[in-house]
């Protein structure tokens, strides 16, 4: 069984880097912030997602703090949340925007990594089964043939 990890140094940015770590598949995805072209490894892909998951449930948690805290309940018996909601929802709202854009072309690199065009991102929008069917391309293995999606 060979070693497939491969430091960064030595992996130019617009090749995929397969066995990527945690601390490298974050850096390579804020590096290559709005690139579409080239391709992303499964490791890549998949190591952002977590961090990805992690974070976003802990500024919805920081969130969900901020609305209770201070909260009040309504004549009707509503609650009214706290006055830092606001703070929460802005924090929470700014990392979704700083991660869309990157999240959208790390998806569109792996896509060209199983040889697919990025194009193939917008099956999600098929409701039930278009989340579906892009979530077993994320999890195919790389294809060759994707080399053709990077830049010469």
């Known amino acids: 069984m060979t070693n497939t990890t491969v430091p960064t140094t030595q992996v130019p940015l617009a090749a995929p880097l397969y066995g990527a770590s945690f601390g490298q598949a974050v850096s390579r995805f804020f590096t290559k912030y709005a690139t ?28 969900m703090t901020l609305a209770f805290s201070g909260a009040t309940t309504s004549a009707t018996g509503g609650m009214v949340p706290g006055p830092l909601f606001g703070l929460g929802v802005a924090i929470y709202a700014a990392w979704a925007l700083a991660t869309v854009v990157p999240g959208l072309a790390l998806v569109w690199r792996r896509l060209h990594d199983t040889n697919r065009s990025g194009g193939y991102f917008f099956l999600a929008f098929i409701p039930f ?3 579906i069917i892009l979530l077993v391309f994320m999890l195919l293995d790389s294809v060759p043939a994707g080399a053709r999606f990077d830049r010469a």
């Open 36 to 63: 579409f072209s080239g391709r992303a490894s499964r490791s890549e892909y998949w190591w952002w997602t977590l961090a990805s998951v992690i974070i976003s449930s802990v500024l919805y948690g920081l969130m």
């Open 129 to 131: 089964v278009g989340s």
